[in-house]
């Protein structure tokens, strides 16, 4: 296992055409999301939850995100929906980050917000703790009313993100990080 300063400083994160077989097992999953869901949490809330898609489960969920599609857009062409069918198959598991933020007499409800995004990031950094590449992509789904239904989401909740995880084929270049001189400002 890295250390977790090196971790941190040499994470990427994995491009969706890069991911193979296989995922994590089922002891590595419960590692990676025991790590996700220790993120600070005011008021222990929990204001977010998972949604796992993996083996068959990915191909349901793509024909669903396919029948959504059809719904929201009956002139969608059959290519891209197509490419909705095959959605969750570009990883060997997605992990649906849902936020269920909701009004508090004491936690803002952006606070909320906040920890589900937590957890996202925790989870890249448990998955390459582990050995695995990671990717956090919302895409159409994350916003579609009836792709969240399509996909198990009350009316009230919002995905996070879609953490995609598996092998990756090939380890990315890191990019350009802003410059500290340029983003801190002391007062």
Known sequence: MPDAVELLLTRRSTRIIDFVDPGPGPQDLETILTIAARVPDHGKLAPWRFILFEGEGRARAGAALAAALTAADPQAPERRIEEERKRFLRA???????????????????????????VAQN??????????????????PAYEPRARAALGLGVEE?????????????KLEDRPRPALDAIVTRY
């Open 123 to 140: 989870m890249l950094i448990a998955a390459a703790a582990l050995g695995y590449g990671a990717t956090w992509v919302t895409e159409w």
């Open 158 to 170: 919002r995905v996070t993100g879609f953490i995609y995880i598996g092998h990756a084929t090939q």
């Open 92 to 118: 060997p598991l997605v992990v649906a980050v849902v936020s269920k933020a909701a009004p508090h007499p004491k936690i803002p409800e952006s606070e909320q917000v906040l920890s589900s995004a937590a």
